[in-house]
């Protein structure tokens, strides 16, 4: 399980914009989004990198949880 904190989260966009970067990596992949701790997980077989710059690409700025 890969976890992210995503501090730059703070809306109900943030998490569907976040979502949808996710799968343009991964369509498989099962994500859990902890908006009120500001937290992104996700179950993939992927390297961490590749959702890392995914995300960062969306507009927000993760860091390893």
């Not at 976040?18 to 996700?42: F, H, N, P, W």
């Not at 077989?45 to 969306?58: C, N, Q, S, V």
Request: contains cysteine.
């Amino acid at each position: 399980m890969l976890t992210f904190n995503v501090a730059d989260m703070t809306c109900g966009r943030c998490e569907s914009r976040i979502k949808a970067a996710i799968g343009t990596v991964d369509s498989d992949a099962k994500v859990e989004v902890l908006k009120a701790e500001k937290k992104v997980s996700i179950q993939s077989t992927l390297d961490a990198e590749l959702f890392a710059e995914a995300i960062r690409e969306a507009g927000y700025t993760p860091l390893p949880a």
